[in-house]
T-cell receptor, first 113, second 116 residues
Framework: AQTVTQSQPEMSVQEAETVTLSCTYD???????LFWYKQPPSRQMILVIR??????QNATENRFSVNFQKAAKSFSLKISDSQLGDAAMYFC??????????FGTGTSLTVIP | GAGVSQSPRYKVAKRGQDVALRCDPI?????LFWYQQALGQGPEFLTY????????KSGLPSDRFFAERPEGSVSTLKIQRTQQEDSAVYLC??????????????FGPGTRLTVL
């Protein structure tokens, strides 16, 4: 079974600075998708960014970008110019070809004004 | 509606009671997923529907858990004889396509179940 590991339970960043959240995963599959989801307190989980495993180019969405290292099975999220609204729990997720999702345990991000 | 809705938002049950949790996916969405999120943990996959067909129920923790989607839209997750370890937030998500690897899941707000 696939596993997703987020080794940073909590992170903090100064407003306008950059922060990187780590994620590693374990799989024997060659084709899959990776995701970062954001879950604000008491609010719905929303998709931040996704990466196709067969693409070498790292995905970017405005201030959010990933560093995808397929051989190392690493998928980190970089948030640039951090804003107060970025404060949330961030989950890394793996989607298998069989439509199952595997989530990490999350990283709680605090943004300091 | 504009998004995935779930009801009730909060449910308190006495141990041994049966509960039913409802999910209204985005209109027209083919795929529907249920997840269980324990406190301080990430969501764990429970089951997956494509229209009315339950294609994967490998994540259901016991035979006390049952899910259905009889008309391919609204889904209900039923838990029989609830136990304290069933306390969690139950998330529903839907996506527009059938088994499309690229498809985005849209999550509902969840139902927080507390079993006393």
């Amino acid at each position: 079974a696939q596993t997703v590991t987020q080794s940073q339970p909590e992170m903090s960043v100064q407003e306008a600075e950059t922060v990187t959240l780590s994620c590693t995963y374990d799989t024997s599959e060659s084709d899959y998708y990776l995701f970062w989801y954001k879950q604000p307190p008491s609010r719905q989980m929303i998709l931040v960014i996704r990466q196709e495993a067969y693409k070498q180019q790292n995905a970017t969405e405005n201030r959010f970008s990933v560093n995808f290292q397929k051989a190392a099975k690493s998928f980190s999220l970089k948030i640039s110019d951090s804003q107060l609204g970025d404060a949330a729990m961030y989950f890394c997720a793996y989607r298998s070809f069989g439509n199952q999702f595997y989530f990490g345990t999350g990283t709680s991000l605090t943004v300091i004004p | 509606g504009a998004g995935v809705s779930q009801s009730p938002r909060y449910k308190v049950a006495k141990r041994g009671q049966d509960v039913a949790l409802r999910c209204d996916p985005i209109s027209g969405h083919v795929s529907l997923f249920w997840y269980q999120q324990a406190l301080g943990q990430g969501p764990e996959f429970l089951t997956y529907f494509q229209n009315e067909a339950q294609l994967d129920k490998s994540g259901l923790p016991s035979d006390r858990f049952f899910a259905e989607r009889p008309e391919g839209s609204v889904s209900t997750l039923k838990i029989q004889r609830t136990q304290q370890e069933d306390s969690a937030v139950y998330l529903c998500a839907s996506s527009s396509l059938a088994g499309d690897f690229t498809d985005t899941q849209y999550f509902g707000p969840g139902t927080r179940l507390t079993v006393l």
